[in-house]
């Protein structure tokens, strides 16, 4: 279920958004915090530890490895094996770009945030990795409505290419683990993101749930989960996916809410 990782190709018939515009929806998405949060501030360039995103999905052939790095740490610390730990620091790292473009996508902008020219990250050791967009680099298409059929395929076509396809290509690099498993966790991130988005701006989820209903319908995200009523969350909507996580193999772990395996 392989997605071809190439440059990104603008549609020609979208409307160039105002980089004045993309930044305001950034810094909306950034005010939402966790992995909403992301940096547009031109002092950040004077940092040399970022670089770019996609670049710490390459493995390297000498030197630091920080998604390396946090692959061992993560396994060391919930004492479960790489696999295990392969799959859900996939989820973690899934959720950032999925979370800041769906939040873009609600105000109506879809910004180029490419991992290899404007989307930087830099070492962490532990939380959601740390994320600043190269200012001088910004640009942005404006999109449909939420309920419009090209908004949801737009944002499924560049998470799935730009962003999930090179994570799930360098997390499988460092460990064996498989791809329906790591693109069930990106699939689940992304509906996270809608609960967790209607939660902190309610204005927003009615726009962020019709929009990643539509994006469910886009391979690769297709058949790996569905929404359901969940009477028990505010929004009254729960996920399930098809896949599991492998959270339950951690000592003291279960299942997930939207795990497979409760049913």
Not at 53 to 66: E, F, I, K, R, T
Request: hydrophobic share 45%; glycine share 10%.
């Amino acid at each position: 279920m392989g997605v071809e990782s190439t440059g990104r190709q603008r549609n020609p018939a979208a409307p160039i958004a105002p980089v004045v515009r993309v930044r305001a929806v950034l810094a909306e998405a950034d005010a939402v915090g966790g992995f909403f949060a992301i940096s547009t501030r031109d002092e950040e360039a004077a940092d040399p530890s970022w670089r770019p995103l996609a670049s710490l999905y390459d493995v390297p052939a000498a030197g630091p490895d920080p998604v390396g790095d946090r692959l061992a740490a993560v396994a060391e610390g919930l004492d479960a094996g790489r696999r295990v730990a392969a799959s859900l620091l996939t989820q973690s790292l899934a959720s950032r770009p999925v979370s800041i473009l769906l939040c873009a996508a609600t105000a109506g902008v879809l910004p180029d945030l490419s991992p290899r020219t404007v989307l930087h990250a830099r070492p962490w050791a532990g939380g959601p990795v740390p994320l600043w967009a190269d200012p001088e680099r910004l640009t942005g298409t404006e999109l449909g409505t939420p309920d419009d059929p090209p908004t949801a395929a737009a944002l499924a076509e560049v998470l799935a290419r730009d962003h999930l396809a090179p994570l799930v290509a360098g997390i499988r690099a460092r460990a064996s683990v498989s791809e329906q498993v790591l693109w069930g966790n990106a699939t689940s991130a992304l509906a996270g993101a809608v609960r967790v988005l209607g939660g902190e701006r309610p204005d927003r989820h009615d726009a962020a749930f019709a929009i990643v209903r539509g994006v469910l319908e886009h391979e690769p995200f297709a058949g790996l989960g569905r929404f359901v009523a969940d009477p028990g969350h505010p929004s009254g909507i729960g996920f399930a996916r098809t896949t599991c996580c492998l959270y339950y193999r951690v000592p003291g772990g279960g299942k997930c809410a939207d795990c497979v395996l409760r049913a």
